[in-house]
């Protein structure tokens, strides 16, 4: 199936650091901006950052700058946000997407053209 799969959530410390993955098993994720996006209890899903397909340019919102970094392993086929310095704020279920189209940049891909998305995983942020 052309499908995502989230992993790498769990409990973790304020302060604490979380690698999440993204990979498919039937689809080349290079072709693809990728996504990750976060949705809290009772709150708008947010997009927190995006990689392009078509030269890694990356996007990160305000709330995770300095903190979130995403990239790619091409071999793996995987896209991973690795998360330091975590906060209660970032308890919320975290999600990858991926657009219908090929070879596009995240500063051209609005929110609402990531349409193929994976189950997400959950991250809590708690002492």
């Known amino acids: 199936q052309l499908q995502l799969v989230e992993s790498g959530g769990g409990l973790v410390q304020p302060g604490g650091s979380l690698r999440l993955s993204c990979t498919a098993s039937?689809?080349?994720?290079?072709?693809?901006?990728i996504g990750w996006f976060r949705q809290a209890p009772g709150k708008k899903r947010e997009e927190i950052s995006c990689?392009?397909?078509?030269?890694?340019?990356?996007y990160y919102a305000d709330s995770v700058k300095g903190r979130f970094t995403i990239s790619r392993d091409k071999d793996k086929n995987t896209v991973y946000l690795q998360m330091n310095g975590l906060k209660p704020e970032d308890t919320a279920v975290y999600y990858c997407?991926?657009?219908?189209?090929?070879?596009?940049?995240?500063?051209?891909?609005?929110?609402?053209?990531?349409?193929?998305w994976g189950q997400g995983t959950q991250v809590n942020v708690s002492s």
């Open positions: 039937q689809l080349t994720l290079d072709y693809y901006a």
């Open positions: 990689i392009s397909s078509t030269d890694s340019s990356t």
């Open positions: 997407a991926r657009p219908t189209f090929t070879l596009q940049r995240c500063d051209q891909l609005p929110s609402n053209e990531f349409d193929h």
